[in-house]
């Protein structure tokens, strides 16, 4: 019994670590991986902001463009600019591998950005969901930001452009001077520096190319990809189960109908 409740508590730790591991409020993201107009734009910013510094080796072009409906020569123009070891531009069927050299990544960020492939699965949908909104100006970070979720992250705001800079409350007194080296204005008070994030004491400080609700509405979609890049085969897997379960209700019945014919002259 003794050993039992050894088990079970070392099978715990990694549940009771990752609930201990911060008190961040995470926003909830009702996933749909039936959404192919989605997945296809959740692809596209993917693409454009990520495959610069992360991969996601785990999956190739040519199941993901198979499976979201998108043609080859598609993939070839707006999809596919990492390149092999001899240089060359890859081809659909190639890995999506990361476009940064690895000694690059090191030397400027001090380590190799993780592969993207199982973020969702290990983090879940909501992490990155939530994470992907809470970078915030910080003057005492390398890189001038922070992020709510992931404290002294190494990450760049990527999205910045998108979203624009936002602010902790407690850091107002130095937004003006961050926001001059980011070469924009703050927001005016009329504009509303309301919390755009989650509730965890976010304003925007200086505005983006996009409204709150339009980049809430990419970081869903990018969020969505990365859920169907964590799992291709889920929707089939799912329809495979429905189908496998149908038929064992059918057999039982069967079975069961078979087991009385069998032993009626027993009983």
């Known amino acids: 019994m003794k050993k039992l409740v050894i088990v079970t508590l070392l099978g715990l730790l990694p549940v009771l670590s990752w609930a201990s591991s911060g008190h961040t409020q995470l926003d909830h993201i009702d996933i749909d991986l039936n959404n192919k107009a989605s997945l296809q734009r959740g692809f596209k910013y993917f693409a454009n902001y990520c495959f610069s510094c992360h991969g996601a080796a785990y999956s190739r072009f040519s199941r993901v463009g198979a499976d979201l409906g998108i043609s080859s020569d598609l993939l070839k123009q707006e999809f596919i600019f990492t390149r092999d070891e001899i240089g060359k531009r890859n081809k659909p ?3 999506m591998t990361v476009a940064m050299p690895h000694r690059y990544a090191t030397s400027s960020f001090g380590t190799v950005p993780p592969d993207l492939s199982l973020v969702v699965r290990s983090r879940s949908a909501d992490w990155v969901y939530t994470y992907l909104r809470s970078f915030y100006l ?8 922070n992020n709510i979720v992931f404290p002294n992250v190494g990450m760049p705001h990527v999205l910045w452009e998108l979203q624009g800079w936002q602010a ?11 926001a001059d080296a980011h070469e924009a204005a703050p927001a005016s008070s009329e504009e509303g520096n309301q919390v755009v994030t989650h509730g965890n004491g976010l304003y925007l400080a200086v505005p983006g190319e996009l409204s709150g ?42 079975a069961y109908l078979l087991k009385k014919e069998f032993w009626k002259d027993v009983h």
């Open 93 to 95: 069927g190639a890995l």
């Open 168 to 178: 902790k409350a407690e850091h107002s007194a130095a937004v003006a001077e961050t």
């Open 138 to 145: 910080d003057a005492s970070r390398p890189l001038g930001v």
């Open 213 to 254: 609700f339009e980049y809430n509405a990419v970081v869903y979609d990018i969020v969505n990809f990365m859920t169907y890049l964590s799992e291709p085969g889920q929707q089939k897997r799912k329809l495979i189960g429905f189908w496998v379960m149908g038929f064992l209700g059918i057999f039982f019945i069967l």
